[in-house]
């Protein structure tokens, strides 16, 4: 354990969806504005060892930080709120814990003992809590699932283990709860929230401070009826009231007094909170001058969840041109050739992201297509460059057979190529892969370095030469195809610093047309705005003009 290091436990009670994620990435973001250091991990309680096999319906999106974990979509909202770097130790499941535990026990290190839930789990997670937070202020936890889960126990009890071990002036518990409003009493009911504290209670563990979901600030009168019933401080009773726009939830905190009354009960002293440029960033993205609709081709239609980080990225976008940014969902599966045209007609930019699968993607194809012919700005991510890639290789080239072998495998034309053998820059070894290597394993996963080309649009969003973008794929751009590829008017703006690896690439005389190998969404942040979502919004813009 680091000395000095303070710890916030975050929890959530009555239901799931209360958002402890975006909770903790505000209260991080609220002691960054104060000139302390935080670092947030998510203790998640299901039994995937990682969300990389997940399915985005059910779990939303898989977030991937620059060392390569796939992690759960909370992580996003701490990378955006914060400025704490995060990796493999911020995430922690109850199959990565169990799964250390397993092999240490196959390795004898338990030395014959009965290897159980208490101490040898819970002391493996109280293990992966002290690996974050060495040279940090604070360290936030969430406890993924809601108080009263069977799966989230173990968790629980290394939390309250915890205090003992690291000093109890150095720790506090945060409870997130519900306060709902029953609108034929015309009465908020705290009865919830009770339950829920007693729960926690049981198990041992006293919440320093409540978060109560509500619809409107709790008069003092349930303040302190809480309080009473809960054992809290009546000013450590918070209204996290509803907001319209995520990155309002800090400076709502702040208002309350949530900052002051974390300090105080951890025993820190800071500066007063420096809000002022995140408020002027909330008011541009709460009151823009302008508008832009973008279509977003994708499977995963009718979760948004799925694509988290697209959608906060794009509004970033927005933020930094002033307008708003409608984003219109299209279901790639229903797209085709003669009712593409009516489907996009009222999109000002053209949006394919990221997806696994062969399902969708003649729609997505088409929508490429359509962008490439109308030059409608046109913005390929990942799976979004390779129909990109794809589309130019059956109708500029002529290769009608062209794809990508993910999802023909025996294609006379793979343009997008599953690569046997290269050498990665992110493991620092030759890695091969052939069509029966594992799901898990093979992916070309977390930051690579790209170089750019001069006078693209690449280079014109990021003004500098050499970058680093974060990749979660298997599939490549086969370079057998781009020397043709280039003829026909495709634009190669940037590569793996040893050129082997295609990593954008564009379109002549098309005002905007881009696609990627990599996913800028995971580095976009409201206050700084990724710089290809930023230029794709404002060539939409520039075409919603026309
Ligand atoms: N399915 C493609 C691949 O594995 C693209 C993945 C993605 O879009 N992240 O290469």
């Given at each position: 354990?680091?000395?000095?290091?303070?710890?916030?436990?975050?929890?959530g009670?009555v239901l799931s969806s209360l958002g402890k994620?975006?909770?903790?990435?505000?209260?991080?973001?609220?002691?960054?504005?104060?000139?302390?250091?935080?670092?947030?991990?998510?203790?998640?309680?299901?039994?995937?060892?990682?969300?990389?096999?997940?399915?985005?319906?059910?779990?939303?999106?898989?977030?991937?930080?620059?060392?390569?974990?796939?992690?759960?979509?909370?992580?996003?909202?701490?990378?955006?709120?914060?400025?704490?770097?995060?990796?493999?130790?911020?995430?922690?499941?109850?199959?990565?814990?169990?799964?250390?535990?397993?092999?240490?026990?196959?390795?004898?290190?338990?030395?014959?003992?009965?290897?159980?839930?208490?101490?040898?789990?819970?002391?493996?997670?109280?293990?992966?809590?002290?690996?974050?937070?060495?040279?940090?202020?604070?360290?936030?936890?969430?406890?993924?699932?809601?108080?009263?889960?069977?799966?989230?126990?173990?968790?629980?009890?290394?939390?309250?283990?915890?205090?003992?071990?690291?000093?109890?002036?150095?720790?506090?518990?945060?409870?997130l709860t519900l306060?709902?409003?029953?609108?034929?009493?015309?009465?908020?009911?705290?009865?919830?929230?009770?339950?829920?504290?007693?729960?926690?209670?049981?198990?041992?563990?006293?919440?320093?401070?409540?978060?109560?979901r509500?619809?409107?600030?709790?008069?003092?009168?349930?303040?302190?009826?809480?309080?009473?019933?809960?054992?809290?401080?009546?000013?450590?009773?918070?209204?996290?009231?509803?907001?319209?726009?995520?990155?309002?939830?800090?400076?709502?905190?702040?208002?309350?007094?949530?900052?002051?009354?974390?300090?105080?009960?951890?025993?820190?002293?800071?500066?007063?909170?420096?809000?002022?440029?995140?408020?002027?960033?909330?008011?541009?993205?709460?009151?823009?001058?302008?508008?832009?609709?973008?279509?977003?081709?994708?499977?995963?239609?009718?979760?948004?969840?799925?694509?988290?980080?697209?959608?906060?990225?794009?509004?970033?976008?927005?933020?930094?041109?002033?307008?708003?940014?409608?984003?219109?969902?299209?279901?790639?599966?229903?797209?085709?050739?003669?009712?593409?045209?009516?489907?996009?007609?009222?999109?000002?930019?053209?949006?394919?992201?990221?997806?696994?699968?062969?399902?969708?993607?003649?729609?997505?194809?088409?929508?490429?297509?359509?962008?490439?012919?109308?030059?409608?700005?046109?913005?390929?991510?990942?799976?979004?460059?390779?129909?990109?890639?794809?589309?130019?290789?059956?109708?500029?080239?002529?290769?009608?057979?062209?794809?990508?072998?993910?999802?023909?495998?025996?294609?006379?034309?793979?343009?997008?190529?599953?690569?046997?053998?290269?050498?990665?820059?992110?493991?620092?070894?030759?890695?091969?892969?052939?069509?029966?290597?594992?799901?898990?394993?093979?992916?070309?996963?977390?930051?690579?370095?790209?170089?750019?080309?001069?006078?693209?649009?690449?280079?014109?969003?990021?003004?500098?030469?050499?970058?680093?973008?974060?990749?979660?794929?298997?599939?490549?751009?086969?370079?057998?195809?781009?020397?043709?590829?280039?003829?026909?008017?495709?634009?190669?703006?940037?590569?793996?610093?040893?050129?082997?690896?295609?990593?954008?690439?564009?379109?002549?005389?098309?005002?905007?047309?881009?696609?990627?190998?990599?996913?800028?969404?995971?580095?976009?942040?409201?206050?700084?705005?990724?710089?290809?979502?930023?230029?794709?919004?404002?060539?939409?813009?520039?075409?919603?003009?026309?």
């Amino acid at each position: 354990m680091a000395k000095n290091t303070k710890y916030i436990f975050v929890t959530g009670g009555v239901l799931s969806s209360l958002g402890k994620g975006l909770a903790s990435a505000a209260i991080g973001m609220l002691l960054e504005s104060r000139g302390l250091t935080v670092t947030i991990q998510k203790l998640d309680p299901y039994i995937n060892v990682d969300p990389g096999t997940m399915n985005p319906f059910q779990h939303g999106e898989v977030f991937v930080t620059d060392d390569g974990t796939e992690t759960d979509l909370d992580l996003g909202h701490y990378e955006r709120f914060t400025n704490a770097k995060l990796g493999r130790n911020n995430n922690f499941t109850t199959g990565k814990i169990y799964d250390q535990v397993i092999s240490k026990e196959r390795r004898g290190e338990y030395l014959g003992g009965t290897v159980q839930v208490i101490p040898h789990i819970t002391d493996e997670i109280k293990k992966s809590i002290c690996l974050v937070g060495g040279d940090v202020d604070v360290v936030l936890v969430e406890i993924g699932g809601t108080i009263g889960d069977i799966e989230s126990l173990p968790f629980l009890e290394a939390i309250r283990q915890f205090k003992a071990d690291a000093g109890p002036s150095n720790v506090i518990y945060i409870h997130l709860t519900l306060v709902p409003y029953i609108k034929t009493a015309h009465e908020v009911k705290t009865k919830p929230t009770q339950h829920s504290v007693k729960e926690l209670r049981s198990i041992g563990i006293q919440p320093d401070i409540l978060l109560c979901r509500t619809e409107s600030y709790l008069s003092d009168e349930i303040k302190q009826k809480i309080s009473l019933f809960c054992n809290v401080d009546t000013d450590a009773v918070f209204t996290a009231k509803d907001v319209d726009c995520i990155y309002e939830v800090p400076l709502v905190y702040n208002k309350e007094g949530l900052g002051d009354k974390i300090l105080q009960k951890l025993n820190i002293w800071a500066r007063a909170p420096q809000l002022d440029e995140w408020k002027e960033m909330v008011d541009r993205l709460q009151n823009p001058r302008f508008s832009v609709n973008i279509a977003i081709v994708g499977k995963y239609v009718d979760l948004t969840e799925s694509y988290k980080s697209l959608n906060e990225a794009l509004a970033h976008g927005g933020i930094s041109n002033d307008a708003r940014v409608n984003l219109q969902y299209v279901d790639s599966t229903t797209l085709t050739q003669e009712n593409v045209e009516e489907v996009l007609s009222q999109s000002d930019g053209v949006l394919v992201p990221g997806g696994f699968g062969s399902r969708g993607i003649e729609g997505k194809i088409i929508a490429a297509k359509y962008a490439r012919e109308k030059k409608v700005p046109y913005f390929g991510i990942c799976l979004g460059m390779h129909m990109a890639v794809i589309e130019i290789a059956r109708n500029l080239l002529d290769l009608e057979e062209a794809n990508g072998e993910e999802f023909d495998p025996y294609t006379p034309y793979p343009v997008i190529y599953l690569m046997k053998e290269w050498y990665d820059e992110q493991t620092k070894q030759v890695e091969k892969r052939d069509e029966k290597s594992d799901k898990g394993g093979t992916m070309r996963l977390g930051a690579y370095p790209c170089q750019l080309v001069e006078d693209t649009l690449a280079m014109a969003a990021y003004k500098q030469k050499d970058i680093s973008e974060r990749h979660r794929h298997r599939f490549e751009f086969n370079n057998a195809y781009k020397d043709r590829l280039v003829e026909a008017g495709l634009i190669i703006s940037g590569t793996s610093p040893d050129h082997e690896l295609v990593e954008i690439v564009e379109l002549k005389g098309h005002p905007w047309y881009l696609g990627c190998q990599f996913h800028p969404e995971f580095k976009s942040k409201p206050d700084n705005p990724h710089p290809l979502f930023r230029d794709f919004v404002k060539a939409s813009m520039k075409n919603a003009k026309q």
